[in-house]
T-cell receptor
Framework: DTEVTQTPKHLVMGMTNKKSLKCEQHMGHRAMYWYKQKAKKPPELMFVYSYEKLSINESVPSRFSPECPNSSLLNLHLHALQPEDSALYLC?????????????FGAGTRLSVL | AQKVTQAQTEISVVEKEDVTLDCVYETRDTTYYLFWYKQPPSGELVFLIRRNSFDEQNEISGRYSWNFQKSTSSFNFTITASQVVDSAVYFCALSEPTQGGSEKLVFGKGTKLTVNP
């Protein structure tokens, strides 16, 4: 089983709203990732959590706030987003954070910011 | 820095044709990993294959095959007897180590494959 579950599948929010994206995996993976993908572009890494600690922040604006409550769960808290933040947000997990471990992706959350 | 080039932006074929997707990479690392992912219109990135830099054996999985050549820094992907269900965007990716031990994937821009009936 290589399933990564993301909720919600679709989200529409205004620029003053606060919302959260959720990602869950039960494969015992110790690394979890958030990617942002704009239309017709490749995924761009946002954050990496390694053993529940933030390992990489790719200079993401503070209106995006990641959280890893436990090894199976990863959240992305959204606040005061801009219309240009509309994108597909993908979560991934891997057994370990290095060594060429395979990253398994969820189906993503399609976010629209009005 | 690592770089992945997928020169073919879009490819359109008729069902049952063979098609090859090209991937050229750049890295200074001696140990690295290459990946192919498939992204159908639903959006999920589906893992297809991983190859490490020490294993140059070609791989075949059903209608899919991969040709890894370190001499030309290429990792090409061939679909034999293509089917409509193969229509998707295909990404080639290269692992890039970072400080702290984590790795990130460096993706190519992707190749959109359309298989027409």
């Amino acid at each position: 089983d290589t399933e990564v579950t993301q909720t919600p599948k679709h989200l529409v929010m205004g620029m003053t709203n606060k919302k959260s994206l959720k990602c869950e995996q039960h494969m015992g993976h110790r690394a979890m990732y958030w990617y942002k993908q704009k239309a017709k572009k490749p995924p761009e890494l946002m954050f990496v959590y390694s053993y529940e600690k933030l390992s990489i922040n790719e200079s993401v604006p503070s209106r995006f706030s990641p959280e890893c409550p436990n090894s199976s769960l990863l959240n992305l808290h959204l606040h005061a987003l801009q219309p240009e933040d509309s994108a597909l947000y993908l979560c991934a997990s891997s057994q370990d954070p290095g060594g060429g471990n395979i990253q398994y992706f969820g189906a993503g959350t399609r976010l629209s910011v009005l | 820095a690592q770089k992945v080039t997928q020169a073919q932006t879009e490819i359109s074929v008729v069902e049952k044709e063979d098609v090859t997707l090209d991937c050229v990479y750049e890295t200074r690392d001696t140990t690295y990993y290459l990946f192919w992912y498939k992204q159908p219109p639903s959006g999920e990135l589906v893992f297809l294959i991983r190859r490490n830099s020490f294993d140059e054996q070609n791989e075949i999985s059903g209608r899919y095959s991969w040709n890894f050549q370190k001499s030309t820094s290429s990792f090409n992907f061939t679909i034999t007897a293509s089917q409509v269900v193969d229509s998707a965007v295909y990404f080639c990716a290269l692992s890039e180590p970072t400080q702290g031990g984590s790795e990130k994937l460096v993706f190519g821009k992707g190749t959109k494959l359309t298989v027409n009936p």
